[in-house]
C-alpha cells in the first residue's frame, strides 16, 4: 500500500480536533494559521494574532474580505463576536504574561528534546523572521508544532540537536507532520498515529532520532 501522507488542510483539521474546548490559542505564520478554518464556533476557542487581534476566525466561503483585517500571516480573517484589536504591546503581554493556554507554529528542526529552531536556517538566500515566536515558546503553556516531516531536500527535520539557532529549549510538546502524530515525553519521542499505508520502520528511517510506537498508535486517513 502506498503511504498516503497527510496534505496540510488535513493536518490543520486534526490539530484543530486535537485543541481543547475554550482555549486562548495563538496560531503562528504559514501552515499553522489553516488550524483557524477547522475550528466550530462551539468548541468556544479563542484565536490570537501576534498582531493584535483575540477573537478571530476563519472566512466563510463567499464572504466578503475587509483589507484592514489580516492575521500575522497577512492572511484575511473575520472577527468572532466579542473580538478585540490591540497594540502589539498588549498582544505581547498576553503572550509573554501566560495567557495563551496553546500556540501552534512551524519549524525548521525539533531535537529529541523538544528543541525548536523556526526562524532562521542560515541558507544564503533566506531571511531571519523570529518574528514573536520565542515571547510565545516562553509564555504559552503548551507548544504543538506543525511542519513536514523532511525537509525540501529529504533530511529528517526531527533531530538529534538542532543546527539552526534555537527559538526555545525543551518547549515542543507535540509534532504534527505530514506522516505522523509525535509526543515529546520524558522517555523520549512516541509516536501516537501514523499516516496510512506508513510503516514505522519507514517513518524511523526519515527521523534522525530514536522513536517508541505507543501501544495505542492509531492510522491517519488523508
Given amino acids: 500500500m502506498p503511504i498516503e501522507t497527510l496534505s496540510r488542510e488535513r493536518m490543520a483539521q486534526i490539530v484543530a480536533g486535537d485543541i481543547p474546548p475554550a482555549s486562548y490559542v495563538n496560531l503562528g505564520i504559514g501552515m499553522p494559521t489553516l488550524v483557524a478554518d477547522y475550528l466550530s464556533a462551539e468548541r468556544g476557542v479563542v484565536l490570537h494574532s501576534e498582531n493584535g487581534i483575540l477573537g478571530m476566525k476563519g472566512l466563510e466561503p463567499g464572504q466578503e474580505i475587509d ?34 493556554d496553546l500556540t501552534v507554529l512551524g519549524a525548521f528542526q525539533v531535537s529529541a528534546d523538544g528543541d525548536l529552531a523556526n526562524w532562521d536556517t542560515g541558507r544564503e538566500d533566506s531571511i531571519p523572521a523570529v518574528g514573536g515566536a520565542m515571547d510565545l515558546v516562553a509564555g504559552a503553556k503548551r ?30 510538546d507535540r509534532i504534527y507532520s505530514d506522516l505522523a502524530i509525535i509526543d515529546v515525553a520524558p522517555d523520549g519521542l512516541r509516536v501516537r498515529a501514523m499516516a496510512r499505508g506508513l510503516d514505522f520502520a519507514t517513518l524511523q528511517s526519515r527521523t534522525a532520532v530514536a522513536l517508541t510506537l505507543d501501544d495505542a498508535w492509531t492510522e491517519l486517513a488523508p
Fill in 143 to 172: 507548544i504543538f508544532v506543525m511542519m513536514q516531516h523532511v525537509d525540501r531536500d529529504g533530511r529528517p527535520k526531527i533531530v538529534p540537536e538542532c543546527t539552526y539557532p534555537l527559538t526555545g529549549k525543551a518547549v515542543v
Fill in 67 to 100: 483589507g484592514d483585517l489580516l492575521n500575522a500571516s497577512k492572511d484575511p480573517v473575520a472577527l468572532d463576536t466579542g473580538a478585540s484589536i490591540t497594540d502589539h504591546v498588549v498582544s505581547f503581554a498576553m503572550m509573554r504574561g501566560g495567557h495563551i
